[in-house]
């Protein structure tokens, strides 16, 4: 892969990685084929392949049910002045439901309102396999991403055995650089709480908002990942020092 596709890769990750909702297209089973466009809620596990919690009862569960292909529009462009120069990104794949204690584990900490009804028996968890991607990421900038560059290669078992833990320690013993980077990212809100670790970045959310810390190299493992947030923290304090003196 060249540079150039490398870098558009981990913009279109990073982009879908930062959005806890998208725009769900399905195939309208009993309406001659027609798309079906619903909101999900979404996650995405270790790998980055979303996630969804979807009920048997809705729409666009019956439509997977019948024709696995869907299409996740994933809107950066909130905010904006003129959404249009801002990224979006449609990812084309195929869900089924799946029974990965990890994955659900993700989700719920991702979204923990959807706890309230996760265990009811018409829910189950359902994981997109993306096959291609297209990234608008403004005026002129178009590219098709396949799924193979969307979507990490493999799992990191060892950081994944260790998220939690990771959230818990952030969460309970250094809230204020959780504050620290969400003021960095642009908030300057108080509350944030970290929901999850990947070997991209780290997910935080605030009530119904969510930010995304990137890491400047991927992690595998607990060591990685403390490094990664060490530089970030760090980053975050320096920049509000030079502020402050400035």
């Not at 996760?118 to 993306?130: K, N």
Request: aromatic letters at 6%.
């Amino acid at each position: 892969m060249s540079e150039q596709a490398s870098a558009v890769a981990a913009q279109a990750r990073h982009l879908m990685r930062g959005l806890d909702r998208a725009t769900l297209a399905t195939v309208q089973r009993d309406a001659g084929g027609w798309p079906y466009a619903s909101l999900a809620m979404v996650a995405h596990d270790g790998r980055g392949r979303p996630l969804l919690l979807l009920s048997a009862l809705a729409e666009h569960t019956r439509n997977i049910a019948a024709d696995g292909r869907v299409s996740l529009l994933f809107d950066g462009t909130a905010g904006l002045a003129t959404p249009l120069t801002g990224a979006r990104l449609s990812v084309l794949g195929r869900a089924a439901a799946v029974d990965d204690d990890a994955a659900r584990a993700r989700y719920l900490a991702r979204h923990p309102d959807a706890a309230l009804y996760a265990g009811f028996a018409d829910f189950r968890l359902y994981r997109v396999e993306v096959e291609r991607s297209h990234l608008v990421a403004g005026f002129g900038r178009i590219h098709w991403v396949e799924g193979a560059a969307l979507v990490l290669p493999r799992e990191a078992p060892a950081l994944a055995d260790a998220e939690a833990g990771i959230v818990a320690h952030m969460n309970d013993d250094h809230p204020d650089a959780i504050q620290l980077c969400a003021r960095m990212l642009g908030s300057a809100a108080l509350g944030w709480r970290m929901t999850g670790v990947d070997p991209e970045g780290a997910d935080l959310r605030l009530g119904g908002a969510v930010l995304r810390l990137a890491f400047a190299t991927p992690v595998a493992d607990a060591k990685g990942a403390r490094v990664e947030l060490v530089r970030l923290v760090g980053e975050a304090r320096a920049r509000f020092a030079q502020a402050s003196v400035a």
